[in-house]
């Protein structure tokens, strides 16, 4: 797969995250349950440090997906509450070592685990959250879940190794990128949605049509992530605006603007990246060279297009408020502001 992408008419997509809240409502209190039930141990620093990040207000898009896809499939069992557990511990995990590998000082808005707990508590309750997603998985009993599961955490760990080895490394090539986010975001966006099928027993294309609405939400998801950071202030998105600036991370904007800026442009660009430039006067410049080639708003039009593959994906399935639903949501991932 190219890094091309069909230009779309420059317009910004409507959505809402509430019909799938709707939807999703009963079911996530099951799930939440599962939650709070397994981050639980005799230990009392592993449900304090869980609860930390658990409570913080996340928007549990992972687990959702699991839940709508069986509403979408039609599934009326219960199997699959234990298993969206087992995706956002996933998730949480992932957050929890991230932190810590990014040095990051706020996560939604509040100080970030690693900065109350220290960095040697924070990866090992992460530790112990991917063990816990594990053991849920086994109850469950299918080894075809156990499969994609397993196989997507080890994607998205695949993935955040190569967006470590890609870091201040400006000559990063799109399509380089593109592979990093398919692999540490999209990918349990996939196998999330994907479960879903599993467990109602659907036809492999009915898996495969899942797939690939996780797969593709997740890009645009990541995609405009990686444009919040230089165009959303820091209450709005939770974390300080210009991480990936100051970590020397080769997002979309960055990758754009450098390829499209002049000489004396590229130039400023190698020594922020380099991490020589990183103070607030260099961000407000990096921002402004930014805005200057239309990176952020590019970065959104190519989210736009991984979206609408998202809701091309679910044509297969039958219209109904499941349906819609998970269409508002790929919308909502490109046009929100957070």
């Not at 479960?195 to 996780?214: H, K, P, T």
Request: a negative charge; proline letters at 3%.
């Amino acid at each position: 797969m190219t890094a091309d992408v069909v230009q779309l008419p420059r317009r910004q997509p409507e959505g809402s995250i509430e019909p799938m809240l709707a939807l999703t409502a009963q079911g996530m209190n099951q799930v939440n349950q599962v939650i709070l039930d397994r981050m639980q141990s005799e230990v009392p620093l592993i449900p304090a440090l869980a609860g930390h990040l658990i409570s913080g207000g996340g928007k549990r898009l992972r687990p959702m997906l699991t839940l709508a896809g069986a509403e979408l499939v039609g599934y009326s069992g219960t199997r699959h509450h234990k298993l969206a557990a087992a995706v956002e511990f996933i998730h949480t995990a992932t957050l929890l070592h991230d932190d810590v590998v990014d040095g990051s000082d706020l996560r939604r808005g509040k100080a970030a685990a690693n900065i109350i707990f220290g960095n040697p508590a924070t990866v090992l309750v992460g530790d112990f959250l991917f063990s816990r997603s594990f053991e849920l998985m086994t109850e469950d009993g299918s080894l075809k879940v156990l499969k994609i599961l397993s196989g997507a955490s080890a994607i998205i760990a695949e993935g955040e190794v190569d967006q470590l080895t890609a870091q201040r490394k400006i000559d990063t090539s799109e399509e380089r990128y593109l592979h990093i986010i398919r692999a540490k975001t999209a990918a349990l966006f996939a196998a999330a949605s994907r479960i879903a099928a599993v467990v109602a027993e659907c036809s492999e294309e009915q898996e495969q049509a899942l797939d690939e609405y996780g797969r593709n939400l997740g890009v645009a998801f990541q995609l405009v992530d990686d444009a919040l950071d230089y165009d959303s202030n820091a209450a709005a998105m939770g974390k300080d605006r210009g991480d990936d600036f100051r970590e020397g991370k080769m997002t979309l904007p960055v990758i754009l603007a450098y390829a499209r800026g002049d000489e004396e442009e590229r130039a400023f660009w190698k020594q922020a990246i380099g991490g020589f430039k990183t103070t607030d006067a260099d961000l407000d410049h990096a921002i402004a060279l930014i805005d200057k080639h239309d990176a952020v708003a590019d970065t959104k039009l190519r989210a736009s297009h991984f979206a609408q593959r998202a809701i091309d994906a679910l044509s297969i399935f039958p219209d109904g408020q499941a349906r819609r639903a998970m269409t508002e949501a790929a919308l909502f991932a490109v046009a929100r502001g957070y």
